[in-house]
Structures are given as C-alpha cells and as structure tokens.
C-alpha cells in the first residue's frame, strides 16, 4: 500500500473519502524544506552541521471532508511540527528550531472564492490534483521564522557573552566600593 501523502487525487475525491493520513514522516521526504534547512545550515563550519540533520521527523495529521452540508466545498484540517536543525542568528550556532502549524483550509479552485467560513484560510489549488504532502510542506515552510534564533536563551552564546560583559563591566566598581567600605 502506498503512502496516501503522496498521492495526486483531486481535493474532492480526497473530501469525499473523508480521508485521515497520519504522517511520520523524515524531512528527508520534503525537498523544498530540506533545501531550505540546507542553506542554513550552510553558514556553520562542515563540522559542526548535525550529520543526521534529513531524519528529524515530519508528524502530524490531516484530515480531508467538506466543510458545508451540500458537499460543494473540500477542506482539511491539518496538525503538523517538525524539530529542525538551525542556525541561530544572534550567536551563529547550531540548535533545534520546534516548527509548527494547525489550520482549517479551504481547497479552492484558482480564483473561485466562498463566503463565509472565516476560520478557515483559503488554499488556492494550481493544479487538478493535489498531493497531502505539498501541504505539509507549505506549512511548515510558512512556519519558519524570518530569522531564527534560540528561543532558551541562556543557550544563547551571545546572550551570555553580553552577560559576562556586562558582570566585567560591573566588577572594577564592585571593587572600589569593597575599597570605599574598607577605608
Ligand atoms: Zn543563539
């Protein structure tokens, strides 16, 4: 049996089988996140990239159906995260970036428009036919932040170099006051 994610049916014959895919799936499945990750990774000395970096896990669940009574209109609700390998953009190291994303879609035919149903964000199709996996993908890719950087920060090299600046700056006072106390 094939993976259901990477099937090419059309939005209304996935509605239509009230289809539900579970997905484990390797980042390596998804290449434009892969080349996205790849280019960050780019930026750290070959030694420091995390070498098994493809097999963080894609997980989640879609589940396809119609959001109206008459049947017209195909949605999906998806549930997908993923832990990356980044770099972070304030001290340049490596660690894990936590993506996540959880929508109601419309799937909707180029330029064909629904009234109502406002909690739902509007997937234009491009094609016929649509692959779950191109969902997920999309997701996550719009997920990612415009510059990642650790989100724990006292992981945070350059937090921590401030910090240490900061405790330098602070000591020749200390200091003198110890002086001050004891004159
Ligand atoms: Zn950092």
Redesign the pocket.
Known sequence: MGNPLRDRRSAAEWAAAGQVIEIVEKLASFEQLVSIVETDLAALDADKIPADWRDSVVAGELEFGFVDAQRRVPTVRCKVAVTVDAV??????A?RLSLESEEKLLLLAFQEAVDDYEDHEVWELEEDTLRPLEIVEELLIMAMPFSA??VD?A?????SAEADDREKMTKPFAALRGQMIQD
Do not use: I
């Not at 972070?88 to 190291?93: F, G, I």
């Not at 992981?155 to 937090?159: D, E, G, M, V, Y």
């Open positions: 972070c953009q304030r001290c340049l190291e660690f950087m650790h920060l992981s945070c090299k350059a937090l």
